[in-house]
């Protein structure tokens, strides 16, 4: 990747942060892309804090022990670590010990932690004062009333958004307002205002959730979902050509992928730093041409009233239902039926 490409994003004054899959060899081949990467978020140990995402890596002992290296790794090209301790609900009998792990994972150089859960996020701005917290896309922060509880409350820097406003510039811009720093999640795929989310998150909200299967069940039934209406989609996901339209506005891109392969984590990474591309890597893959974002911006999300996104989606994605098929299958092994 050329020194032009990679620099287009610093210029416009953000960087990204990018999941660590417990991959050791990612850290090393992010390296060319370093200049346009201000962290790699890693997720608490399992016997901590659930995270949002059902638990891929190593025995949480084991994981324990490997985070310094995971640190030092990350520090040696530049990169600083960002904690995921992001369940919407930490049980307050366990307040104590998530934030005891937060301050040892805080001595061995993790410099930031996103949490979902604004009573723990007090309870650790209490014990560990010099901390820099995150609030998390979990807690659904799509008001700047709410963002300013968690600035006013737990003393946050930074506030990832509820996906739903993601492309309402003016709401993100009013969060900014109270000096923070605004991070987006451009890529997450989930549906839309899901209506499943809460259950979702209650599915691996526990430390002690490791059986996965009723976490796969809600995945599979958000998943159904998706291609019936996949314009809808154009609420939430944003295309790297959008990016440069959060100038001013917005620090971080938060690239989703925790569970997902090295192979497109690097992808994402690389079509972030590029900027060009008018495509997601979801539902198949889908286009989305410039002129919906300026649509959305003022849209009341009344689609009965109006079309508008269902016949760009139609006209800009020609194949798409033989795709959006092949993709719920890959999924779920569920047809979609269209």
């Known amino acids: ?19 660590y899959n ?4 990612l850290i090393q081949m992010l390296q060319p892309m370093a200049a346009s990467i201000a962290e790699i978020f890693i997720p608490a140990p399992l016997d901590v804090s659930g995270t949002f995402r059902a638990w891929n890596g190593p025995d949480p002992v084991e994981y324990r022990k490997m985070v310094p290296g995971i640190v030092c790794a990350a520090s040696r090209i530049g990169l600083s670590v960002n904690m995921a301790v992001n369940s919407p609900f930490v049980p307050p009998s366990e307040h104590r010990m998530v934030a005891d792990y937060i301050a040892n994972a805080a001595s061995e150089g993790v410099r930031s932690f996103t949490i979902g859960d604004l009573h723990l996020a ?17 807690a659904d922060i799509a008001h700047v009333t709410r963002a300013r509880h968690w600035v006013r409350m737990a003393g946050v820097s930074r506030i990832v958004p ?13 969060m900014a307002r109270l000096g923070v720093q605004i991070e ?42 998706k291609p019936a209406a996949p314009w809808e989609h154009y609420q939430t996901e944003i295309v790297p050509a959008s990016i440069p339209r959060y100038r001013g506005i917005v620090s971080l891109v938060k690239l989703a992928g925790r569970d997902s392969t090295t192979s497109f984590i690097l992808g994402e990474v690389g079509r972030f730093i590029a900027l060009e591309s008018d495509w997601t890597g979801f539902l ?7 002129d919906v974002f300026e649509k959305l911006q003022s849209c009341d999300r009344v689609c009965e009233d109006c079309g508008y996104c269902q016949s760009a989606f139609i006209e800009a994605n020609p194949g798409w239902q033989d795709r959006g098929s092949e993709w719920l299958r890959r999924v779920t092994g569920v047809e979609s039926g269209r």
């Open 1 to 19: 990747m050329s020194e032009q490409s990679s620099s287009r994003l610093v210029d416009l004054g953000m960087r990204l942060a990018v999941p």
């Open 22 to 25: 417990h991959d050791p060899r």
């Open 122 to 138: 007090e309870h650790v701005r209490a014990v560990c004062p010099e901390v820099e917290l995150v609030a998390s896309a979990t």
């Open 162 to 174: 509820s996906r739903v406003v993601n492309k309402d510039p003016d709401v993100l811009r009013a």
């Open 184 to 225: 987006i999640i451009p890529n997450e795929q989930c549906l839309p205002a899901c209506p499943y989310m809460f259950q979702h998150a209650m599915t691996i909200g526990f430390r002690d959730s490791v059986d996965d299967t009723d976490f796969r069940r809600y995945c599979a039934m958000c998943a159904a979902m």
């Open 284 to 290: 198949g893959g889908y286009r989305e041409p410039p």
